[in-house]
């Protein structure tokens, strides 16, 4: 123990040295080699870049590549999300309606729900829908709904298949799980332009980048299910003389089944989480509003909009996780199995007669405006974030103002007016101390390509934001989560907060937040906290909550006072955690950091936005996609090459 | 118990199947507005169709009962850059096309240039209805499948503003090169030791970073996210005396109200942003109309309507200001064509509609 700490004490004494130098230096020599770069400037990389789009799109329509493989996917895809929108969302030519009014499509979802899991959660998931409606979104609703479905059902067609292959085969998960790495760690804003450069702006494109964001998960989680099955059985078939082929389908995937059905869970959420930065580039829905109330003046839309993507992701996760459950309690009497069966047709003619009425009768085929509050709610939701923003403005500016002035403008000064070798040293000698060798040399070689792309300055004004929006979430995150791991009421009181703030979309907040805020880097690091806080409290609470109790128990009869034993035994027992929550917090910040450039925050993440619509600019926006990647690289291996040389500790 | 459970689930499918197929067959609320004779024949189902369209608001297409157009409109495309003033514009047209012609119109939300242009020639819209940049359009007009169709009878203008108190209070500052006297008087948090330029969102034509650095101008350029974050800045700024320096244009609602000043640079000589030396202001430009070939060589009556399409900037600042004070895209625009029957009459030469 007196080891370890001593060590401790000499890796901080390297750090405040380190910390002293770097200021020393960029004191020194500020305002040198800061390689700024003024927007519409480009670098030789991003130029070459700019002309290979240019070539791209000029050959567009005679590439084989493109006739024979992208715009046959980009048909495919296209198509089939619009079928399914024809039926739920989409009128076809002068027709007033899809080919099922709003009352069948309520019948048919709540059946599928009912057919799926429970009746209760069938009631729950119409109540829900039918709430999106009365905030004025069905339309918008529904056309997520048929992307979010469209994008899952292709996602496990393509997803379960190699999870499985995964899951048995030890070479292909060698060889996928660095690739699974990478897009746990990738910014959803990256993959959007080199989509449009391949699909062009669309229905295709959100729906493949939709399926880039959720696919990796479907794959991880059904193999993960079928790795972690109990041997025994699988001995079993073996020694019986089954082929491979036989154990997958009779013991290995029915085993299976219940991780299978939570990886669709997930695949779900994950697909719906991303509609709204599929707005982005074309994709029909709710996204469309929240994206709109961002360009255009239009708060109460948004957050109304915002609202309905709550609930139909609350209504998708109970849906999902309530088949989850089902699986495993299946009630095999057989009075039960024939009331399920009457309860199947009962409902199924019910349904067809709702789908019918939603065909012939008006007050079933179109929402009726008598239940559409929207405007109401809108206006609503207008007058109390100005309200908010009349009454509070001691924190909405000055607040935000002095954090700015005293946290963020020095940070940011000190890593884009340093020259930029300056910069490289010391974070590769940061990247020594608290991590190691390795990640040192990965930090190096990684900031180098960000030189030579030319895009540093940017890259670090985006790294000054996430640096503090990662402090301020691990702050939060450290006080809340010591707390839920102490207290089980606290705990139980968080965790629908954080259920929520897990599967609330990112830019969902970033609608109040800019009306609040107004357009600032401070506006887009507390929508980072918003994002990175629900994770890192769980990650710690799970930590504080693992120390072993004697430890506490020790510190307390020893007369330890609480402050005491949080800061002498429970934190530092689960550094591992904590660490493991700093790296997480930097992942998630960084996603939404880069987005928040829509409401202001300049960085990386603008000239993304602005490459997708500005010509001159769409190489340097690939360009910058390319350095998120990069700095996302390297602050996830030194984050983990620091938890993981602390030792398995506390979890 | 794998055999029951088949079963039920089986039994589950087939309704749903029957569910969709019945939702395929059968005309229903849809046919009673799909043919203008459905609707003459029958009145009480024609009514039920308006109601029904009224109440789907803009995503629903009103029977085509006024307007027996000589030759069927057909499915058209268009896109919709994101201002208030191009939705004011594309809204109007759009409703035009469907209850004068019985078109089917079908709003994409893309940003301006390229974006627009490459959807243009793949075909998933047909039309710009306002085009700010001066032939940019070039690489896609001559590889055909894009033409130019003239102006659209807005002229836009953009430029840096002023809140109109600085400029009373200040007479020089309206002459861009004096800049630099005042740029301590813009300074925030936000931009630190230099003063705060306020430019336009990502999807915008914008130069600023070019004038800056064509002057040396110790200022910094904040892109900021919104047309709505320019405008709070301006009636902040104007309210309560507040420096402010932000990108805006005309037409625009926001600058009818006379309360910014502009701030000149010396007059253009460019007209592709991309060629801009950063020396001079933006150019005064014909805003122009878009539309693929197809469309235009196609027959529709759509194809004329858009040929003939044009109105003023009061025209269009009249109806963004609607939308602006609360009102749906669609009631503004049909505020706008109920009170200019003559305007939309002229539209309607030659498109063969009553």
Known sequence: MSSVESFLRRRWVLLVILFAVWALLAYLFKGHDTLELSTMENTPVTQWLNDAIDSIRANRSTSPVFLYVFNPIRVVVENFIQLIRAVISLP???NVIPMVGWLGSLAIVGYIVYATSTLRTSLLSMGLLLACGMLGMWMFTLDTLAMTLGAVVLSLLIGLPLGIWAGINDRVMAFMRPLLDLAQILPTLVYLAPLVLAFLIGIAAATIATMIYSIPICIRITAHAIRNLRAGPLEAAESMGSTKWQILRKVQLPMARRTIILGVNQTTMAALSFVVIAALIGAPGLGSPVVD??????????VTAGLAVVLLAVMLDRATTAAVIRTENIDDSSTARRRRRIGLAVGGALTIVAVILSRYVLWAAVFPQSLDFGKGIAAFADTVIGWITETFDFFTEGFNEWFTVTMLNPLESLLTQTPWWITIIMISLLAVIIGGRGAAAISVVLLGLVVVIGLWNDTMVTLAQVLMATAVTMIIGVILGVMAGRSERVERILKPILDAGQTLPAFVYLVPVLALFGPTRFAAIVCGVFYAAPVVVRIVADGVRGVPTEMVEAATSAGSTPTQVITKVQLPASKRSLLLGANQGLIFVLAVIVIGAYVGAGGLGYLVIAGLSKPDLQGKGLAAGLAIVLLGVVMDRIAHASANRSGPGGH | ???????????????GA?????????????????????????????AAASAAASAAGSAAASPAASAAAAVPCGDWGVAMNNWVGYTASAEVLTQVAKQKLGCNITQTKLDEANVSYDAMEAGSVDLIIEDWGGGRWKDWVDRGAIQEVGSDGNIGLIGMYVPKWMAEKYPDITDGTNLNKYADLFKTAESGDKGAWYEGPPGYTTIGQK??????????????????????????????????????????????????????????DWSDAKKASGKTDYPKTDLMKLATTKLMESGSPFAALVKNWQWTNADQNSVALDIQNGATPTEAAQKWIDANPDKVAAWLQGTGAA
């Open chain 1, 92 to 94: 076809q030519g002068a």
């Open chain 2, 18 to 46: 029957l569910a969709v197929v019945l939702a395929a067959c059968g005309g229903g609320v849809n046919s009673a507005s799909s043919s203008s004779e459905a609707a003459a024949s029958a009145p009480a189902a024609s």
């Open chain 1, 293 to 302: 109330a961002l360009m255009i003046r239009n708060v109460g839309k948004g």
């Open chain 2, 211 to 268: 004038i800056i650095d064509a002057y040396g101008l110790n200022f910094k350029a904040i892109n900021v996210g919104s047309e709505q974050a320019l405008i709070d800045l301006m009636e902040k700024g104007q309210k309560d005396q507040k420096a402010a320096l932000a990108y805006f244009w005309e037409p625009h609602y926001y600058l009818a109200n006379d309360t910014v000043a502009r701030v000149n640079f010396p007059a253009n």
């Open chain 2, 1 to 15: 118990m794998m055999r029951t459970a088949r079963k039920t689930a089986g039994l589950a499918t087939a309704f």
